[in-house]
């Protein structure tokens, strides 16, 4: 499903509308443009980046956005642990 498409928004909230007694729904997307702003290389940020881009096989581009006096790594060093 294309969210960028409305006939198929629309087919999947009419089908979703039209089932009182559904108990469960997964929707996957396929993960391909990726804008992360004010990263600063923290762990936990570290460990986020790192499951997106091991769970996005499709991924034509990710931009991580951040300032030099946020960063607690250098850019490098950054890069080189998501690699």
Known sequence: MSLSKI?????AVYLITSCPKLQDLTIEFKLQRVQVNLFMGLEME???????????????????LNFAY??????????????
Not at 50 to 59: D, H, R, T
């Open 46 to 64: 570290m460990k986020f980046m790192k499951f997106i881009l091991a769970s996005a096989p499709v991924l034509k581009e990710i931009s991580i």
């Open 7 to 11: 006939e198929e928004v629309s087919g």
């Open 70 to 83: 946020l960063l607690h790594r250098s850019d490098k060093q950054m890069m080189d642990e998501m690699k």
